[in-house]
């Protein structure tokens, strides 16, 4: 219960597009670098705002805009299928899933929370050696949703996007 108490309260007091350009890889390294997005068309007013801070970040690294390649799923469980097969391409550095799923009055947010999340890892254990990366907002409520797609909490699309470029350029 105290982490979870913590992670909200990280998440309520943190702006997801803060980030620390110098600590990111320089242009030069990420210019030629091939990335996707996979987003979810079901709460599209959401969605696409996060696919705009994703996009928009990873041109103002540096990313070339052909060298991003958008994919677009009917929902969030739709997800994994779409984000496995372009990580399955071995032609990409990194694969973002953005998804939002708003907790409503059955146990349906439950379940695609649950097999979105197991799904994203899943995919990350594989030998694809391509990380995929989880921007799928998981709120209670449509506002928070807002806040975390461009409002007071930043952009979550954001957020992947840098932890792509990060991830993908791992120096092992």
């Known amino acids: 219960m105290a982490f979870l108490i913590q992670f909200i309260m990280a998440t309520k007091y943190k702006n997801l597009s803060d980030y620390d350009v110098d600590a990111m890889p320089s242009s030069e390294i990420v210019e030629n670098q091939s990335y996707a997005i996979v987003v ?3 709460n599209s ?3 696409f705002a996060l ?3 994703a996009i928009d970040t990873f041109l103002q690294q540096g990313v070339k805009s052909e060298n991003i390649k958008v994919v677009h799923v009917p929902g969030a469980f739709e997800l994994t299928y779409a984000a496995n ?3 399955s391409l071995q032609k990409y550095r990194a694969v973002i899933t953005l998804g939002c ?3 409503g009055d059955t146990p349906h947010f439950d379940y695609v929370c649950q097999g979105v999340t197991y799904g994203v890892a899943k995919i990350n254990a594989s030998d ?3 990380p995929v990366i989880f921007g799928v907002l998981t709120t209670n409520t449509l506002q928070q949703s807002l806040d975390r797609a461009g409002g007071i ?5 954001t957020e992947a996007a840098v932890t792509a470029i990060k991830m993908a350029n791992i120096v092992w």
């Open 40 to 42: 979810a068309d079901w």
């Open 45 to 47: 007013e959401i969605t």
């Open 51 to 53: 696919l705009d801070g």
């Open 85 to 87: 097969k372009l990580a």
């Open 101 to 103: 799923v708003i907790q």
């Open 128 to 130: 694809y050696m391509c």
């Open 153 to 157: 909490h930043g952009n979550k699309g």
